[in-house]
């Protein structure tokens, strides 16, 4: 069996077994106070190129987006997204589990705009209703989308814009940001994101890293007491330099951008191949989530050697099938996929 | 420095780093439904005689006391422990994040007892105030506590009795257990163990692992569902082989129970360290967390080479510290210790 | 000026007063465990004709909502509802708030379909996600709905259906409970309603009460523990006779009826005001609710002497409005804004 | 039987009954916008001599203290209280229920003094486990104590200067406040205790309404966005006029104090009647709660005729009960208790 259900069925890159093995010996303080943290902190920084904003690590995705989002938000209010978020959609409940409501826009592809995010902050605080509705207090995107889709630099500066005219903080969850950023339909650096927004994170998981994402809070308004929602939230990692020395290895030599690279060559080659033969796209294919229109058939054919995922049906014959690549697919592996199809 | 700080201090056992090299290459299923984990919870299902029972893999002792309490409780209910509890003290508030009070029985040693349990179950069941007070859902110690003391058997049995009888589940926090069922004071097996409760958890992180802890639900009425609650306190690791890996290392020939038997040693070779220079300790030494009273002028002097943990006052010249062991420690860094006493 | 903004801008029908006064010196035992709140108890249990129902008295709507919502629900679960639902859009995130989701369906009218509910719970519960998507926990509809649409007998018997098929309590929001089974265009009776779902609430604030609500919970299962949901939400009055002598009110000789009755005529009185000057409606005008389109000019020139709120945009030159006759309107009002059209 | 089981066992004075019925007919706009909420507020503005301070109408005290706390607190702080204080005892976790938790200080007359909060917020604010435990965000203390005790403004004044120190508020519940302001005991008024803490709220219920709280928020940083707050904790009354006309009532021709001392006098006359037959109170008889000790047996006789109640156990042949007075008390039923004692 193939896989190209997700970019999280492999292990890390070899530089990181290799520095835990090294490591192993070593007696550091716990919780993340230790030097390696403090090393790939100042790597990070330097990357984005801002020394105001603070780095922290925690485990996973969801854990990330519930501590920024309950760091930030109070009782009263929600966080603005498209439907289709992550935090709306596959997080089981944790962002309401913590008491705060996703505000939804309607997305086709992932992606919300920032003149309906204006239109939903106007709605929400207009006077008549405004106490007895949830007032906006986070606006969450993802970069890359769930359906693999990215933002301009010219739309993600007019989301930018609104966030700032209304004083409410952008977050960026970027669980596969290398990806976004290494797309050849990307034209924002990680300097420009950072800019453009209050709170990012840096997705370890899925980009080279065994587990980690590394959260950059650039707006210092909002860095105060941030470790105690960690904690709260179960992120801090008693045997907290595992992160630290992931993201060390990671941000060394500009690894995260090359892995990043080599996930989206792939998945361009294997996107060419679809096209090649006939198939059409779903969503644009622009980082390593290809989303493909297959008829029934094929797709039983094709799980007899290869995995992959249902994504949605499309028409009586035909499903929506995602193929994801990562940062150790092997083009070999394409190969024999395009070959079958 | 030599550092005695904690038993979070170091990395892991050499087994687990040799799993992880080995299996960097493998594709498997994300989210813990993969080869490994299904090995490791055999292996843990095996060494507690119970196949009845459910294993969950979480990646920290918050997490996995966040976890357990939100899938039992109802809004309305809270969690019996002692005042020095964990979950009481130092999870930042996380079990009232998710909604649930901790009724707290005053303790001396970290321990609560049968009697006092079942008083406060009548107390707030009393039908005269019932509604008005939180009503008790679940039964939270630790084993060994945060005192380093350890509960014997008949104790727990007691414990177990009282939980039955009113039908409130029994929950172990056992994020050192290896180190409680290592002690030479213990009389408890870890079958009995299970037996005796409805939930407890096999810490990973302090004893040679990583990081991981492994939940074993071993009353039926609770595993129902419990994934959703992994899933929303962010528990649900994407490459969640990493726990199966590490389980399965620790559970293979009984290393567990070996590594933990090294900690004790140390910390026994230590214990009697101390008392031979004439030192006191707070607390019964029955685990690998010591609990010494040392003048502040000694402690000023052991800083320079020794890293440990202040713990409480104990007079105007003393205080009480905390010393601890690993299942890493090693017998020269205990004798430089005691030389310097 | 003359309302017609809602239904809560008067006070209450005499009889109420006239108990309170006569109430007044009383000496009774608090928190609704009085002689008034038993009696009022009977009353409704007789009209709904239903012994093994449990009825209790909370304060207002929203503080309903919540805490039947928080009793049934555990952490991992959510609320299927309408996105027009009143728990999902005007209730300041309070069910969010505690935790839990809003799982919503799109709707035009203010009603969800017995087909669209069974689809969602397939969805959430399908083997595959199941753990990463909110579980539904409860079916949540409004009778009338917030567009002062009804369910007929056979939509609801529909809905109770896939409710028991799938075993998820279905709960009716009753805050204009009389405006809907008094309309000409219903034909459900109390007993029948009560029978097909699990939980209901009598609205009393927007039906001849000072304030207060009914809550009915016929299905056994979730009587238990109900009182400690009340408690922790604010709703248990000190006073709690004065809700179980308004309900004692409300109940006797039928006044609820009654009274809901001379709402609905003046209603439809008022809608063929409406139609015999060549009003159109948004919604279909089946209860004490109007939804007329009016051009922006008319509405300004109508602001004048009358008020009623905005409801959405219909085109450039005209906006839908909400007119709402309560218990207490009066026919020669209405005669003035008919004069007005 | 006549009853001092406690201060909400009748309905309300009966210029409130004659407001309620004068004001029936009239339409006014809901949620507390009305005129008669507006006249309250600036009569209780004027009672405190604090024209910066907002003035918001809640219904019950369960509602105003979790209202104001969440209103306050973020998701990583907690509640500095008595443990005998109501919020931790008697709501039905409904703090922790809103994630917060309560950080207790042993209190054996229902009173915490400024040194002892002082230690708490520094043990909390400690650097090294400062993200691990709760951080104080607020100190709450009741007026008149549980215990029916009262801060003298000493005492008070030491509070709210470490509260300043720290930028800590400080709220006072003040669900029986006229009592203790009435107290012969008492040296605070309530422009004193206005300017001491940064919230606070005039009881309603126990104090000649018929429900109902006036919360007063004189620090201004915390009036912003309070309504959303009441909004979601099911607090704004639909019909909000009628904690208007009620307070309106109250704080008119100084009510309110002339019926807290009518009360207190009752108080003062029944325990003095206490005295003259030699019994003992377990707590000082400052406010109108009564604590006297008295032996089983004759409770037993007592209750025959008097219900009163059970508090805790004294000794093996005697418990402490509660006796208490209101604004309503006969003294003629006092004569009788009296002479049955």
Redesign the interface.
């Known amino acids: ?3 190209f ?2 970019d ?5 890159i ?1 530089e990181i ?1 290799n520095a ?2 090294n ?8 919780y993340g106070e230790d030097e390696h943290c403090a090393k790939a902190k100042a790597l990070i920084k330097k990357a984005i190129a801002n020394k105001d904003s603070e780095v922290y690590f925690l ?5 990330a987006n ?1 501590t920024i989002i ?2 930030i938000l ?5 966080a603005i997204c498209a439907d289709s978020g992550h935090i709306n ?6 962002i ?7 505000l939804t826009i309607p997305s086709s592809d992932g992606k919300i705009y920032a003149n309906e995010i204006e239109k939903m902050i106007n709605d929400h605080f207009d006077s ?8 906006p207090g986070i606006i969450y995107i993802s970069f890359p989308t769930e359906n693999g889709t990215i933002y301009s630099k010219k739309e993600l500066t007019n989301i930018s814009k609104v966030a700032r005219k209304y004083n409410i903080p952008l977050f960026i969850d970027g669980a596969r940001l290398g990806y976004g950023l290494a797309s050849p339909h990307n034209d924002l650096t990680i300097k420009d994101l950072a800019k453009l927004c209050d709170v990012f994170y840096i997705g370890g ?2 980009v080279g890293a ?2 980690g994402e590394a959260v950059v809070i650039t707006n210092k308004a909002y860095q105060k ?1 941030f ?13 907290g330099r ?1 992160l630290g020395i992931q993201f060390e290895e990671l941000f060394k030599n500009d690894k995260y951008m090359e892995i990043s690279k080599h996930c989206i060559d792939m998945a361009t080659y294997l996107s060419k191949g679809f096209k090649a033969k006939g198939y059409k796209f779903k969503y644009e294919a622009e980082t390593n989530q290809l989303f493909p229109i297959i008829s029934k058939k094929k797709i039983a054919e094709l799980k007899k050697n290869f ?1 992959f995922q ?1 994504w949605e049906s499309y028409d009586e014959n035909s499903d929506v099938v995602r193929f994801v690549t990562s940062f ?1 697919t092997k083009k070999e592996n394409i190969d024999s996929l395009i070959n079958a199809l």
Chains 1, 2, 3, 4 share one sequence.
Do not use: W
């Open positions: 069996m193939i896989r259900d997700s999280y069925i492999e292990g890390c070899p077994l835990l093995n490591t192993n010996d070593e007696q550091t303080v716990g485990c996973g995705g969801t854990q519930v309950s760091s109070k009782a009263h209010q929600g959609t596959h997080e089981s409940g944790a309401e589990a913590c008491g705060y409501k996703c008549e209703v405004a106490p007895h509705m949830v007032q998981t899925k065994l587990f007491d470790k105690y929602h960690i904690k709260q939230h179960g992120g801090m990692l008693a045997k595992l995995s249902y150790m």
